[in-house]
C-alpha cells in the first residue's frame, strides 16, 4: 500500500484534512502543538487503497523539539511515497519556509494550499499556475474544512508518487550554494540518501548532522577558516534562514495577491477583540463569566428568568409532561436538562417495561437487570445531554481561537511564578480527557514542567467527571434545599484549576526549584467555529461514552451488583440483606479512612457506599454515579414494579439512607475529581512520567485529594477548624520561604 504523509505548520489543517481524507475523528484544535505523535489511516477513493500519515506540526525540519525529530525521521527514514505539504494559504510566505526544506529531500511531494474558502472570502487572490511553474511542485487549492477539491489533492499527489523526484534547493542564490555543493558531492560519495538535504543540515551545522557524519563536518570548518567571518558571516543557520525567506519573497510572493483593504479591517478588528480578551485586568474575569454562562446555558432550569437565577434545578415531571420538558414553574429549562428530561423519560419508560417483563422470573435476575445493570447504566446515561452541551461550548470556545489566548493571558499571569502558558494547553484538554492531555505535554521542553504538568491534568475535570459532579450537586440541591446545581459544579471546576495551579507553585518552590521556560506563543486567528468541525467533535464524545457504557461500566455494574448481592459464603442476600454482602464488608473495612473526609465511620447504614463508588471510579470515572445509582435502586426498593433512577434521584435516596451531610457530600465531589485518575489516566501518564516519577505522582494525587477534601468537610463542619488551616498553610509558607532564603544565600557564597 501507498503511504503518503501530511507535513506542514502547525494549525495549518494538517489533522482536518486527515480526518476529511480517513474518515477519522484525530483531536482538531485551533492551537498550535495539538498533534504531538504520527497517526495512519486510510484513503479509500482512489483505485487502489492509500495510508495516510498525519505528522506533528513543525516550523522547520531542525531537531530542537520532539516534533521535528518525528516528523523529520518520518520523512527521511520511512521514506513515504509522497508528502503532501499542507500550506496555510492565509499564512503563505511563513508556511512555504518549511516546503523550501522538504524540497531539498528526494521524495515526490505537492503542495496543497489549505483555507482557501478563507482566502477566496477576504478578496485574496492566489496566481496557481505561475506558483507551480516557479516552486516546480504541483500546487493544488483545498479547503480540508469544507473538503474542497481532496480527490484532486488525492490524484495529484497518485500521479506524483509514481515519478522520482529530486530535491531542489532555492539556496541557489545564497553566497553558501558552493559549499552547500562541496557537501553534497561528499554525501554522494559515500552513498548517504538525499545528499542535498543533508549538505544543506550540514552547512547549518545542524546537531544530528554533526552527530551522525563527525568525518565530513572538516569540510564545513575548513571552509569556515578559509573565509574570514566578515565574508560570509559566522552563523551560517541564520544566512541559510535568511536565504530561503529572501527567496520566498523575490519569487513566490508576487503570485499572492491581497486585498489590503480586507485584511486590514480584519486586523484591526482581531487586534481590537484582542485588546480586550487579552488585557492584564479584564480578561481573567471575563473568561470566568464566560465559564460560568456556559454551566449556566448547560444546567440551568431557569435560564431566561434571571430573578430566579439562584433557584432550585429540580428537573422534574410534575405537571403536564410539556411542563416538566421545557419549563418549571421556576423558569425556562436551558438545553441540557430538556435533553436531560427527554432521556429521563425514555430510561424510566424502558426500566418500568423491563420490571413488567421479568415479573414471573427468579427475584435475584430482576434485580440483577433492573437494579444492577440499568439503575447503573441510567444513573449514568443520564448525563450524556449535559456532558454534550458542555463540550459543545468548550468546542467553541477552542475552535474560534479563545482558549489559545487564555494561555496567553495566563503566561503573562503566572510567569512571576514559575509557570508557563505553554504548559496551560495540556491542562486545557484535559477538559476532555486526560489521556491525550498527558501525551500532548511532550511539547513542553523543559522535564520538571512536564511532570508538573502530567500531575496537575486530572484536576482538570474530565467529561468523566462531569456525572459526579453532577450528580451529587443535583442531589444536594434536591435534599438540602439550598444552593443551585450549576453554582456548585461551576464552584467545583473552579476548585479544581486553583488546586492545579496551587500545586504546581508549590512544587516549584520545593522539589522543582528552576527556570521558567520561555513561551512564545503564534495566537491562531479567530474564526467562527465549524458546525461540522463540532459535530465531529460530539459526535466522536458521544461515541466513546456509550461505547464505555457498554462495556466497562456495564461489567462494573454487574461485578458490584453480584458482590453487594452475594456473602461472604456465596449465599444470595436480598436488597434489605445488602448490609452483609461482600461489598459491604470489604467497605466497612476501609471506611475509617475516610472518617476525616466526612464520609467514613459516621455514616449510618450503607455508608460504606461512597467509600465503595469512589473506589469504583478508578477503573472509569463514570462508575462512581453508577455505582451509586446500582446501589441505591436496590436499597429502594425490590424490583417488582419500581422504576430506575436517574443519577440525581439515587444520590437523593443515599443521602436518605447514610445520613451524609452537606460538607461530606462536597468533600465527596472534591475527593473524586482530585484523586487518582480513571485506569487509563494512571496507565498513560506511567508511559509519559519519567522515571522514578510515577509513584511519586500517585502519592501526589492520593495526598492533596485527602488534604483538600478533609478541608472542606472540617471547615464546613466546624467553621473555627480554618483557624488551624489558615495557621498550618502560613507555617509552611514561611517555611519554605526561609528554607529557600538560606539555600539561595549559601549559593551565593559558594560563587
Ligand atoms: P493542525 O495543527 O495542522 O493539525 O491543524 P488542525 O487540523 O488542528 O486545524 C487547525 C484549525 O484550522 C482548526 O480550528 C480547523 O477547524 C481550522 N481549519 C483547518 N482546515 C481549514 C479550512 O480548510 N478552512 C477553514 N476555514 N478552517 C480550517
Ligand atoms: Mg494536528
Given at each position: ?31 498550535p ?5 504520527k497517526?495512519?489511516g ?24 520532539s516534533?521535528e ?10 521514506k ?41 472570502k ?7 499556475e ?37 530535491g531542489?534547493?532555492?539556496l ?6 558552493h559549499l552547500i ?12 540518501n538525499?545528499?542535498l538535504?543533508?549538505?544543506?543540515k ?6 544530528l548532522?554533526i ?10 570548518n575548513?571552509?569556515k ?12 543557520e ?9 527567496y520566498?519573497?523575490k ?22 477583540i ?20 456556559i ?14 437565577l ?12 410539556f ?74 470556545l ?63 475535570s ?10 451529587i ?22 476548585l ?30 479567530y ?18 461514552f ?13 461485578v ?17 440483606e ?13 471506611e ?12 449510618e ?32 426498593s ?51 512520567l519519567?522515571?522514578g516519577k ?19 468537610y ?6 473555627w477548624?480554618s483557624?488551624?488551616f ?26
Open positions: 500500500m501507498k503511504r503518503f504523509a501530511l507535513a506542514g505548520n502547525p494549525n495549518s489543517g494538517k489533522t482536518t484534512l486527515f480526518n476529511s481524507l480517513t474518515g477519522s475523528s484525530a483531536y482538531v484544535g485551533n492551537w502543538g495539538v498533534t504531538v505523535e497517526k495512519e486510510t484513503y479509500k477513493k482512489l483505485s487502489e487503497e492509500i495510508s495516510i500519515i498525519d505528522l506533528p506540526g513543525i516550523y522547520s525540519l531542525s531537531p530542537y523539539t516534533e525529530v518525528v516528523a523529520r525521521n518520518y520523512i527521511i527514514d520511512e513515504p511515497d509522497c508528502i503532501i505539504n499542507i500550506v496555510d494559504a492565509t499564512n503563505l510566505e511563513r508556511n512555504l519556509y518549511l516546503t523550501t526544506q522538504i524540497m531539498e529531500i528526494d521524495v515526490p511531494m505537492v503542495i496543497a494550499l489549505n483555507m482557501m474558502d478563507v482566502v477566496r477576504s478578496g485574496d487572490h492566489i496566481e496557481i505561475k506558483l507551480e511553474k516557479i516552486i516546480g511542485l504541483r500546487v493544488i487549492e483545498i479547503s480540508a474544512l469544507k473538503e474542497e477539491n481532496l480527490n484532486n489533492l488525492m490524484i495529484a499527489a497518485f500521479e506524483e508518487s509514481k515519478k522520482e523526484r529530486k531542489i534547493t532555492v541557489e542564490d545564497s553566497n553558501l550554494v555543493h562541496d557537501c553534497e558531492i561528499a554525501f554522494h560519495a559515500i552513498k548517504v538525499n545528499p538535504f543533508h549538505a544543506v550540514l552547512v547549518e551545522l545542524d546537531e548532522e552527530k551522525n557524519h563527525p568525518e565530513l563536518i572538516n569540510i564545513v575548513d571552509f577558516s578559509t573565509f574570514k567571518d566578515d565574508v560570509f558571516g559566522s552563523d551560517f541564520a544566512i541559510v534562514a535568511d536565504s530561503r525567506y529572501k520566498i519573497t519569487y513566490f510572493s508576487p503570485y499572492f495577491i491581497k486585498n489590503k483593504a480586507f485584511n486590514e479591517k480584519e486586523e484591526n478588528r482581531s487586534s481590537k484582542d485588546k480586550v480578551l487579552t488585557n492584564k485586568w479584564v480578561g481573567i474575569p471575563i473568561f470566568l463569566l464566560i465559564l460560568f454562562l454551566f449556566h446555558l448547560t444546567f440551568s432550569s431557569n435560564l431566561f428568568y434571571l430573578g430566579g439562584f433557584k432550585n434545578v429540580s428537573p422534574s415531571f410534575e405537571g403536564t409532561m411542563e416538566g420538558l421545557f419549563y418549571t414553574s421556576s423558569g425556562i429549562n436551558s438545553p441540557g436538562i430538556i435533553l436531560y428530561n427527554l432521556i429521563d423519560s425514555l430510561t424510566s419508560a424502558f426500566s418500568s417495561l423491563a420490571s413488567g417483563w421479568l415479573s414471573s422470573s427468579p427475584e435475584w435476575v430482576g434485580g440483577l437487570i433492573v437494579d444492577g445493570v440499568l439503575g447503573g447504566l441510567s444513573a449514568v446515561l443520564s448525563f450524556v445531554p449535559q456532558i454534550l452541551c458542555l463540550f459543545f461550548f468548550f468546542s467553541i477552542e475552535d474560534s481561537g479563545y482558549m489559545a489566548r487564555i494561555a496567553f493571558i495566563l503566561d503573562k499571569l503566572f510567569r512571576k511564578f514559575g509557570l508557563s502558558g505553554r504548559a496551560f494547553m495540556p491542562m486545557i484538554m484535559g477538559f476532555g480527557c486526560s489521556v491525550p492531555a498527558m501525551i500532548n505535554t511532550r511539547t513542553l521542553a523543559d522535564d520538571n514542567e512536564r511532570i508538573a504538568t502530567i500531575r496537575v491534568i486530572p484536576f482538570f474530565c467529561g468523566a467527571k462531569l456525572p459526579i459532579l453532577t450528580a450537586s443535583g442531589g444536594i440541591v434536591l435534599r438540602f434545599g439550598i444552593g443551585n446545581a450549576e453554582v456548585i459544579t461551576y464552584s467545583m471546576y473552579l479544581g484549576m486553583v488546586t492545579a495551579v496551587l500545586s504546581v507553585l508549590l512544587m516549584k518552590k520545593t522539589t522543582m526549584r528552576g527556570e521558567v521556560p520561555p513561551f512564545i506563543m503564534e495566537l491562531p486567528t474564526h467562527l467555529p465549524q458546525p461540522r468541525a463540532l459535530l465531529i467533535h460530539l459526535w466522536d464524545k458521544l461515541k466513546n456509550i461505547k464505555k457504557a457498554f462495556t466497562i461500566i456495564l461489567a462494573s455494574t454487574i458490584i451488583w453480584f458482590i453487594s448481592h452475594f456473602s461472604f459464603d456465596w449465599k444470595y442476600l436480598t436488597d434489605s445488602m448490609e452483609s454482602s461482600i461489598l459491604a464488608g470489604i467497605g466497612m473495612l476501609i475509617p479512612l475516610f472518617t476525616p473526609l466526612g464520609f467514613g465511620s459516621q455514616l447504614s450503607f455508608g460504606w457506599v461512597f467509600v465503595v463508588a469512589a473506589f469504583t471510579g478508578l477503573v472509569a470515572k463514570e462508575n462512581v454515579v453508577a455505582t451509586i445509582g446500582t446501589l441505591a435502586a436496590s436499597i429502594v425490590g424490583f417488582a414494579g419500581s422504576d430506575t433512577m436517574e443519577g440525581v434521584d439515587s444520590v437523593v435516596e443515599m443521602i436518605n439512607a447514610t445520613g451524609i451531610t452537606l460538607p461530606a457530600l462536597l468533600s465527596f465531589i472534591a475527593f473524586n475529581m482530585l484523586t487518582i485518575p480513571c485506569f487509563a489516566s494512571v496507565a498513560t501518564a506511567k508511559a509519559e519519567p522515571k510515577f509513584a511519586t505522582t500517585l502519592l501526589f494525587w492520593i495526598s492533596v485529594s485527602y488534604i483538600v477534601s478533609s478541608m472542606i472540617l471547615i464546613g463542619t466546624w467553621w477548624t483557624f488551624i489558615a495557621l498550618s498553610i502560613l507555617v509552611l509558607i514561611l517555611s519554605i520561604s526561609l528554607y529557600n532564603r538560606s539555600r539561595d544565600r549559601k549559593k551565593g557564597l559558594k560563587k
